[in-house]
């Protein structure tokens, strides 16, 4: 089983940035995929962004060009650096994790982020 440990959230004012990171521990092999999900106040949990094991990412509209997703594979840690952060990106983020070969489909136990003046 793998297990995820997420840190990194908080309180940051409209156009600041924050950076979260996500260590995956435990059955860990071949090709997976993590991302970052965010679920806002009455909103559905949507994808942020995820990268695979190959460094292919891919990004909620909402956040290009103010979002980038990157991972350490030696560490088995993804790590979501956000700027110029809006109200609007305010929720609860899950780390996820998403094995080809497992069908490992794991998810973190969030981490709050707010964005407020």
């Known amino acids: 089983q793998v297990q995820l440990v997420e840190s990194g959230g908080g309180l940051v004012q409209p156009g600041g940035s924050l950076r979260l990171s996500c260590a995956a521990s435990?059955?860990?092999?071949?090709?997976?995929?993590m991302g970052w999900y965010r679920q806002g106040p009455g909103k559905q949990r949507e994808l942020v962004a995820s990268i695979s094991t190959s460094h292919s990412s891919d990004y909620a509209d909402s956040v290009k060009g103010r979002f980038t997703i990157s991972r350490d594979n030696a560490k088995n840690t993804v790590y979501l650096q956000m700027s110029s952060l809006k109200p609007e990106d305010t929720g609860v983020y899950y780390c996820n994790y998403n094995s080809f070969n497992t069908g490992d489909n794991i998810w973190g136990q969030g981490t709050q982020v707010t964005v407020s003046a």
């Open positions: 435990g059955r860990i092999f071949g090709t997976n995929r």
